[in-house]
């Protein structure tokens, strides 16, 4: 007689299961950290494919069978609460999606991102873009065919958006960006051309030194060293292998202060939301971030609310002008402030001012649109590129590094993320003008230095909540409403007008 | 109808499946660099985890009876070359010995390990056994069963050195100590106490120019940066991902010149031997190397015979002077030397001369034999080794962490490891005389600075065979005879007498 096993006693192989497939991605995690700041150039081989065999194991233990087994008994079961529920239908979504995935496509999609990942960093050294165009095409190619095997409605990069966004579509982002083009350009066009001295900014900042000061400023905004650490790499990122093992990683450009300040500040916003997990959801949805939407209004927030504002600068910059005291000596709070909220189109994303950011971002949604859809190929990006460039930001662009060999993301095999990033400005809009509501004297503690006050509240409204709210329902849990994007528009005429 | 495959094709998915238990082994590997090196100390918990369940899918990989399958059809086929049957015999062998562990065992074990490196680095942190004590005795009991699952002949202890040495026992080992013990220590007693000034080793040697040094000195004798890299750690080690990613380890005293320039040179040793390994092997035995007495040969080697020889420093000593000018301005060659090579019992087994540093091993060898057969139990291991130094060193333990914490080894599991240090110093002087009379002009070409040829020889002779040959087969077809510790004897009276 085979015993039936109750809803409690499932729910506990379901989470078994889930923990040791998180093993092994969070083990798969590792390597690529590895690959991204230590490896020496030759483990690369190596390396590709031991990622590539854990991604297939991973890929096998969540479709073989057994987990599908536990999942369908285990969701008419009436013994169990109601967040197991919700992670075992975020589970079975996330489950019916990855069964259209066979293992060997998820084996050469692995084995492909680590040879672009590769061709990639060797493109950048050389700034050549023709060195990373053969691996992006192959790359390209297996994306459509990973749409196609998802499916869609309407447009072959829904798709892929559903892996950093679960609701959104081209049509949702098309008319997003169209509500935001004019508003924005309005704004931008009040305030360019200001006259705005940022010239302390490119003054020489040791190395040395801006490590120290990152050091401290992530520190400060309660990232917890114990349970993560920063290092050195080519492109900024955050990555994590537990919710107390949390990694980001930073550039420093000795001839601009602020590449590596606000790249600390972001990923350490990141940080944060992920060292603010529940640990003891480990491997479970509850257990990971909501969407990277939400993971970007985290970022954004702290670089950008909090790290550009004034009241935030009140505070350090009479600190930093300890670890810079001759570039620094002659700059006033009113300088700094401008200098580092100055709005110029500009080439690189991760160093644009908030209001132009919003077109670099448009620029790469326009082009993996038009890579997917088959309507512009591989060998045309770089002229793509330069086109829209001119187009929406009207700068020309000199040379591949400071064009579309920039960000990292394709060379990961990320198309669908970089609307995110707009999003989650927008969420951070949002989020930021409810915080001001509910936390008594924010600005006053921002102004003596203390942001406690501000993560608690992160911590409590979005961090702890894990997946168990999609980015919308999120929003509603925090703000009262849905996605408002009048709110971006309203702190940024407040700032900038 | 089933279609007889031929012995190629099954060598072929044999080699496939080898490669991806390779794969998870090698990722295993990374995870527990990263936990040696730079992991934060809270994510522990999250890596033990990660660990386990990597450990137990390469384990059920290798033993889950898809490779038996394979590998007991390929034995008969006649259509496979003998280098091809020695990898399908050597992998047969393990795949017996493996299959006597269960995985829920192998899993404890490895989370066992983690909780015990952990709480090594703890205890050394605040100098105290007691801290490590409890998950000792865990790892010791588990040891225990370890021997008693493989099953043994005379002592429980032979079925642990097998892991390390495939044909040593307790039989031999007792008798090669007993056999070195008198002539060690009538050298010993004719060159202690020789009023040898080293006081120049222990003069302020800063950081940031002794790591400098050290990575000159590894690229020096030819360790490949671009096949790997070096790092801090708690103790230095060698690991490697594949033979193109290689990662040694060092660690570094102000205070203590020779503690990080030896065990550069040590773990270069180690490096030079998997860098040197063959790449189209990887995931077979014929791409591992040897043994681990063969692996301490080439360490030893090239930390003693050549990093202590008076040819090495003569062209060294000069370079050297350049980054410590102040340090060493006093110093000529024969006072290094001679400071170099001072013999003199002391606490730290890898800080100790090439001739006491054999009672170093000697001790731990009687302990493990010890715990492993229950005469000593862990609560009196710091008893027991303080009496070991002072017997056979004459020294008075000061504290634990000059006593029974200083190694990693038993941290990690590795009991039956320590014997290969004295067997791989035997070897590495038999190898030595061999390399003098093979390469000719070899002296000169090292008072020049240049080691290439030894270099050249080692991976000529030892390298490339990986593991094709054992430890007594390799050193027969090397120096025409299996090991014989007159020549370590005979180096060793030529060099103090």
């Known amino acids: 007689m085979v015993k039936m096993l109750s809803g409690a006693e499932l729910y506990e192989q379901y989470k078994l299961l889930m923990q040791r497939i998180a093993d092994v991605r969070y083990a798969s995690a590792v390597l690529q950290w590895d690959q991204e700041t230590y490896m020496p150039v030759k483990g690369a081989e190596g390396r590709a494919r031991q990622l590539a065999t854990l991604t297939e194991m991973a890929h096998n233990l969540y479709t073989d069978g057994a987990l599908e087994n536990i999942l369908t008994e285990i969701i008419d079961k009436t013994d169990i609460d109601d967040v197991s529920l919700a992670n075992v239908q975020l589970t079975l979504d996330e489950l019916n999606r990855q069964k259209k995935l066979n293992s060997t496509f998820v084996r050469t999609l692995s084995e492909t991102v680590s040879k672009a990942f590769n061709a990639w960093i060797d493109a950048r050294k050389k700034n050549d873009f023709t060195l990373f165009q053969a691996s992006l095409a192959e790359l390209v190619t297996l994306k459509i065919t990973e749409a196609d095997l998802y499916g869609y409605d309407a447009h072959p990069y829904d798709a892929l958006l559903y892996e950093f966004e679960k609701s959104m579509t081209v049509q949702k982002l098309d008319t997003l960006f169209d509500v935001m083009t004019e508003p924005l350009k309005e704004i931008i066009a009040a305030c360019t051309n200001k006259n705005t001295d940022d010239s302390f900014l490119h003054q020489y900042y040791p190395k040395d030194k801006q490590w120290e000061w990152g050091m401290f400023l992530v520190k400060e905004l309660g990232f917890d060293l114990a349970a993560g650490r920063q290092d050195i790499s080519e492109h900024p990122f955050t990555t994590n292998f537990n919710a107390q093992d949390v990694r980001i990683t930073t550039r420093i450009d000795e001839r601009d202060f602020a590449n590596m300040t606000w790249s600390c500040i972001h990923e350490t916003g990141h940080a944060l939301y992920e060292q603010g997990l529940p640990p003891d959801a480990y491997g479970l949805p509850a257990g990971e971030f909501a969407s990277l939407s939400i993971h970007e209004s985290q970022s954004r927030l702290w670089e950008n609310c909090v790290g550009r504002s004034k009241i935030f600068?009140?505070?350090?910059?009479?600190?930093?002008?300890?670890?810079?005291?001759?570039?620094?000596?002659?700059?006033?709070?009113?300088?700094?402030?401008?200098?580092?909220?100055?709005?110029?189109?500009?080439?690189?994303?991760?160093?644009?001012?908030?209001?132009?950011?919003?077109?670099?971002?448009?620029?790469?949604?326009?082009?993996?649109?038009?890579?997917?859809?088959?309507?512009?190929?591989?060998?045309d990006l770089p002229v793509a590129w330069n086109d829209l460039y001119k187009k929406h930001l009207g700068v020309i662009v000199p040379d591949d590094n400071k064009g579309c060999l920039q960000d990292v993301h394709w060379s990961h095999?990320?198309?669908?993320?970089?609307?995110?990033?707009?999003?989650?400005?927008?969420?951070?809009?949002?989020?930021?003008?409810?915080?001001?509501?509910?936390?008594?004297?924010?600005?006053?503690?921002?102004?003596?230095?203390?942001?406690?006050?501000?993560?608690?509240?992160l911590r409590e409204k979005i961090h702890r909540h894990g997946k168990l709210y999609d980015s919308e329902a999120l929003c509603k849990s925090v703000t009262g409403k849905g996605l408002d994007t009048t709110l971006f528009i309203n702190y940024a005429k407040e700032k900038y007008l």
């Open 313 to 379: 600068w009140q505070h350090y910059l009479p600190v930093l002008k300890k670890y810079f005291p001759s570039q620094l000596e002659q700059v006033d709070i009113p300088t700094f402030y401008q200098g580092i909220n100055r709005v110029q189109p500009s080439f690189i994303r991760t160093e644009a001012d908030e209001l132009t950011y919003h077109f670099h971002v448009k620029i790469r949604y326009e082009i993996e649109k038009a890579l997917i859809s088959k309507s512009l190929s591989v060998k």
């Open 413 to 457: 095999g990320s198309f669908g993320y970089f609307p995110t990033y707009s999003l989650g400005s927008f969420y951070a809009a949002q989020f930021w003008a409810q915080a001001k509501t509910d936390i008594p004297g924010l600005e006053a503690q921002i102004t003596g230095g203390d942001t406690k006050q501000l993560l608690l509240w």
